[in-house]
């Protein structure tokens, strides 16, 4: 019985056509669940519906009433009007619109860049030389404030800052003293950091964490003082850390809407962060579609910002 063999498929020239095992390989390592397209498109189709519905469509829906004249009540709510760009004119021209803008830059500054990052980093380099329980009792504590919800948050810092009996009055001495009306920025900007400095402690403890004890005792044993070591050896291991956490708690606080809940955007519009001046503008004064307008400007100012820090990051890491 003589033995029968396959030989290679080949084409016009004879040449073995190897392209079909190619590409079923290629396929097979694309589809490592083994689900095929049609199911795996259908594990997907969930998650983008969210996306359209809570994300993609409100922006949307954002830049369309962006252009109009669009008002929560009368004749504009029933029939708005097209403006074209008359409503980014009007909020670029208002002086509102600058205060606020100089006011959200102060606050993000002071409270978020400066304050949380600071503070967070000098707890986390300070526990980490603590003993075990005071370790545990400060982390608790700071995560106290982060985890509480905001409305419990401001009730409990109105009763601190209230003038009539208030807690800081009667520990300063200080009877009648109007914090939140004589000093509302610097009111905001304290609160924030007391609020948001857990996030920057915990990340910035693990950072530390994460660089090696042989380098600094090699640092300590060459003599290195604690200013040099941090800056040769622990700042280019947290460098990235850094970044990150400026970049993070810099879009919370710039989208904050918590300082209206403290201070209600006065007195005098203060302490009128963008957000604020949004929700003032289209919810109470009714002007949906200024408002809208405004909220794009704020979009814009976030992608600037998230760009800036992207770029850092890239350049540290080239």
Do not use: C
């Not at 993000?108 to 005071?134: H, I, M, P």
């Not at 403290?262 to 002007?287: A, D, F, K, N, W």
Request: aromatic content about 10%.
């Amino acid at each position: 019985m003589s033995a029968q063999t396959t030989s290679p498929r080949t084409d016009g020239s004879g040449a073995a056509d190897n392209s079909r095992p190619r590409r079923a390989g290629r396929a097979a390592a694309s589809d490592v669940a083994g689900l095929g397209t049609g199911r795996a498109v259908l594990f997907v189709v969930p998650a983008l519906a969210l996306i359209a519905a809570f994300l993609v469509f409100p922006a949307l829906w954002t830049l369309y009433l962006g252009v109009l004249k669009y008002d929560l009540a009368g004749s504009n709510a029933a029939a708005p009007q097209f403006v074209g760009l008359g409503n980014y004119t009007d909020a670029l021209t208002d002086p509102r619109f600058a205060n606020s803008v100089l006011l959200t830059l102060a606050f993000v500054g002071l409270s978020a860049v400066l304050g949380q990052n600071g503070l967070g980093f000098l707890l986390a380099a300070t526990l980490r030389r603590a003993v075990g329980w005071v370790r545990m009792l400060v982390n608790g504590l700071v995560l106290l404030s982060w985890i509480l919800p905001g409305t419990v948050v401001v009730f409990l810092w109105q009763a601190l800052l209230d003038r009539n009996g208030g807690t800081l009055n009667a520990l300063l001495d200080t009877p009648g003293a109007a914090w939140t009306l004589d000093h509302p920025l610097a009111t905001i900007v304290v609160f924030n950091i007391w609020r948001g400095t857990a996030f920057s402690m915990l990340l910035y403890s693990a950072a530390l964490d994460a660089v090696p004890t042989s380098h600094l005792e090699t640092a300590r044993l060459y003599g290195s003082g604690p200013l040099r070591t941090f800056r040769d050896v622990v700042l280019p291991r947290i460098r990235g850390h850094i970044l990150t956490n400026t970049l993070l708690i810099t879009l919370w606080t710039f989208n904050d809407f918590t300082p209206y809940m403290l201070t209600g955007g006065g007195p005098e519009h203060r302490s009128e962060t963008l957000p604020v001046y949004v929700y003032r503008m289209s919810i109470e004064g009714g002007q949906l579609g200024f408002g809208s307008a405004i909220s794009l400007i704020m979009l814009v100012i976030n992608l600037v910002i998230a760009l800036f820090y992207l770029r850092l990051l890239r350049r540290r890491g080239g």
